[in-house]
């Protein structure tokens, strides 16, 4: 019995946490090049600089005694994200998405005060969220506009794409979708809808909530078959080169589309999880021996985009049998 | 694939130095791989009775001699008022008693502990023999013995079963007179072995007498049992004469070799000697260990043996920590559970030891619980990080109070042993799970928790096995080994038993789908 499923999923392809750890990220991801993605100030640098779109940084707070400017940075925008600089898997990160000076909202419709609002940016600012402990910095951002392809497969937040990379060529994609389980928040093991993009077109091909199939979104029940994701070409590209600037082989991109600037990049994570395989229903296996037998890495990111569309399409017949049920 | 080549030579080379070391430690100095390993000491008395005359007395008393198989671990020379000393010559051990003036009746002790090693194969003793010399005897005997030696080695081929026949022909049922003659069933076990001695002397065949000690437990009023032993031109060998049976008897102790006398007194009377035997029941492991630090073999000498007691306690602790960090390893890599913090399961499992299990997970299912509640009043407060922790290790430390207090109160002293888990861990797996309850919901802090204890409670069995117990602190070099296995564990790429559940629709799905 236990062999059998060994073998099973062997078989698809799909890779563990042990041969993640140990044949992806500490083969691909040098060590000293973590900071570049773990420092979300330094990333935002480097894309910009490369050119590539980031949601704009309104005001950055590094000291405790900054927390009392707070009111003054945040005076000047209607809505706003804060994060943690050196936060992970979306820890710490607080949306307003409007204030009146008095009270601040919460995606939610909650409403909280400045000094909450204060106390989160010092939890921020000890290390609450940031890895280890370490002191930490708070990063406050423009908020994305959510694009209206979306506006009924999310709950609350703002769907996020995620993108593995390998060696610059995107080789899997998921679509995040917040749900009333999850907390508004995009995280699969919390109930959040991870739906698998197809690399070729941008089109659903599957869709998972606690690891089981879903064929729509559970608070909204719109069906995802005839979801796609617009931008498609620009959104790979732009997910490519983050490897340019970053120099890591396996690379976690995180991709929101804003309504009026297109895809930008929001975070890059040098040690992706593996959900995205069971929302793509496809392991990640073959697709990285793909890239490893490749001789040379193209230098150019639309060629490698190009490369990926060609070898990592997805016939739709053969994993989206949901499609036809659907339509029927 | 180098990397791998070479984390395969150093896993080897570990597992090699690691369990040659148990290996040399088991084999040859003797340490048992099982706690309950026993081994019997044997406590010999030897009481010297004589009369003094008020005369200087030296007392001469033959000891045993020191033998490979055999560990001696006290010798004891009870006299009062007598001067002792040990001299040793040509290969014979003897003590000496001396005294200026003595008057009456007079008691020498000599005590010996000792223990025989079960696996180390008994060498005969190497020295050469001394050539016989012909006996002087009577012609009567003379020719009774020369019939017998006729006779005798008419049925044997060499001088081995020269003696056994020779043995067997004097010890008869049926004698015929010339053997009653020479056998004089009258006289003591001496004369038969002179006997012997002579007959042997006059085929020309190198012997001794051998005087030893049967070991059997609480005897009292014993005496030395005679045997005789050849040289056959290559060995000795040792036979029983009143059966020609060859080789030692099990349990049976050489006190003398050669004919020297087993007990001189000058200046005394009517002197005797008379051996008491008790046997112990020791630890194989104290015992290999005194003997081994007597010896000052380096192994033992700069071990951990060669600290005081009390640091020994400490470091059997500190050899536990390796199992529990396996434990740990196991069930992350290959089982993948979910602990809050890495290693905070062993510290658990520490505590858990002092406490007992079952105390000791109310105790910690009380302390978090109730830490989880005046933590979440805390993050209402608007404190620092920093700050927060530290209220809460002080909120740990009063809670930790009141539990010894109440418990106390009511009678229930096992609560008691609540001191022992460490605060700090505490305060931070309060802190630790607090903000996974606020971020992931109480489920993450279930499964977490969960997991944690699960690891701390398997740890804590394997820590408390006696048998690992025992193995981590007698052969340290369990670490190496357990660092290999570690090593290994490092490598392995494959799935983790919770990945085949985390998978599973997937495995389903597809089978079906091909169908």
Redesign the interface.
Known sequence: MLLTSIKRLKSIGIIGMNQRNFGLVSRYNPRHLYPLVDDKLKTKRLAQQAGITVPKLLGTLHYQHDVKQLKDVLEAYKQFVIKPVKGSGGKGILVITEHDHQFYYKPSGDAVKLPYIERHVSNILSGLHSLGGKPDSVMIESLIQIDPVFANYSYEGIPDLRVIVMKGYPIMAMLRLATHASDGRANLHQGAVGVGIDIGTGEALHAVQYGNPVYYHPDTRKPFHDLTVPHWNKLLVLASACYGITGLGYLGVDIVLDRDQGPMIIELNARPGLSIQVANFAGLAPRVKVIETLEKIDSDPQSRVEFSINNFATSRNSIRPHRETNQS | MKTDTRLYSAVILILFVGIGLILYKHLVLGFPLMPDDKKFVWTIEAKIDFQAQGDPVIVSFALPPDEPHLTFMEEDFASSDYGFSELISNNERRGQWSKRTAQGAQTAYYRLSVYEHGNIVQIPPSDEPVPPQKPELDELFMTASLTLIEKVRAKSANSEIFTRELIQTLNSKSPNQNQRLLRNDKAGQDHKTNLILDILALEGISARVVRGLFLEDGRRRQSLTNYVEIHDGERWILFNQDTGQSGKPKNFLIWQRGGQSLLDVVGGVNSQVSFSIIKNTHSTRSLVVNSNLNEQASIIDFSIYSLPIEQQNAFKMILLLPIGALVVVIMR?LI?IRTSGTFMPILIALALIQTTLFTGIIIFLTVVGIGLMIRSYLSRL?L???ARISAVIIVVITIIASISIISHKIGLSQALTVTFFPMIILAWTIERMS?LWE???PR?VLIQGAGSLLTAIIAYLFMTNRTVEYLTFNFPELMLVNLAMILILG??????LT??Y??????Q???T?KH
Do not use: C, K
Not at chain 2, 502 to 507: E, V
């Open positions: 890599i993948g608007n620092l990080l920093v903000v971020e992931d919901g993450e490598q392995y790429t494959g799935y983790r990945e085949l985390r998978f599973h629709s997937m495995g799905d597809n089978a789908d």
